[in-house]
C-alpha cells in the first residue's frame, strides 16, 4: 500500500495558492521539514483565510508565511528565497508573469538555474 498526497490549491480562496506555494518552499529548503509544517500551518490557518488577507500583499503574506517555518527549525530567509521575486512597475513591458522559484523543476536552486549543472 502507498499514500499519495497531491496539493489540491482552492483557487477560490486567494489565499490557498500562496500557502500551497510556501508549503513547497519549506520542502525544497528541507523535505523532512514539509509535514512538521503544513502541521504548523493548518493550526495558524486562521490568519491565513481571505478576511485575514484582504488587504495584504502578497510579497507581506510570503513573509508571514516564511515566518512560520521557523517553528520547524527553518530560516525564514531561506523560504523565502523561493517565494520571493522582484516587483516591477505597473505598465512596464518588463518581466512579466515570471513568477516565484517554486514553480522550477525541483532540481532548481532558488534562483531557478539547475543544481547539476
Not at 509535514?35 to 481571505?50: E, G, H, I, K, P
Not at 488577507?53 to 502578497?58: H, I, L, M, P, V
Not at 510579497?59 to 531561506?78: C, F, H, T, W
Not at 513568477?99 to 531557478?112: E, K, L, R, T
Request: aromatic share 12%; proline share 4%; charged share 20%.
Amino acid at each position: 500500500m502507498s499514500f499519495i498526497f497531491r496539493h489540491q490549491v482552492q483557487p477560490w480562496h486567494p489565499s490557498s495558492t500562496m500557502c500551497h506555494e510556501a508549503a513547497l518552499a519549506v520542502e525544497r529548503v528541507n523535505p523532512s521539514k514539509f509535514w512538521d509544517y503544513s502541521l504548523v500551518l493548518f493550526a495558524n490557518q486562521t490568519r491565513f483565510y481571505d478576511s485575514s488577507t484582504a488587504t495584504e500583499t502578497r510579497l507581506d503574506m510570503y513573509k508571514r508565511l516564511a515566518k512560520l517555518a521557523e517553528e520547524v527549525g527553518l530560516k525564514s530567509e531561506d523560504v523565502l528565497k523561493y517565494l520571493n521575486f522582484e516587483p516591477i512597475a505597473v505598465g512596464s513591458a518588463d518581466g512579466h508573469n515570471v513568477g516565484n522559484a517554486v514553480h522550477f523543476p525541483h532540481d532548481s536552486g532558488a534562483d531557478g538555474r539547475s543544481r547539476t549543472t
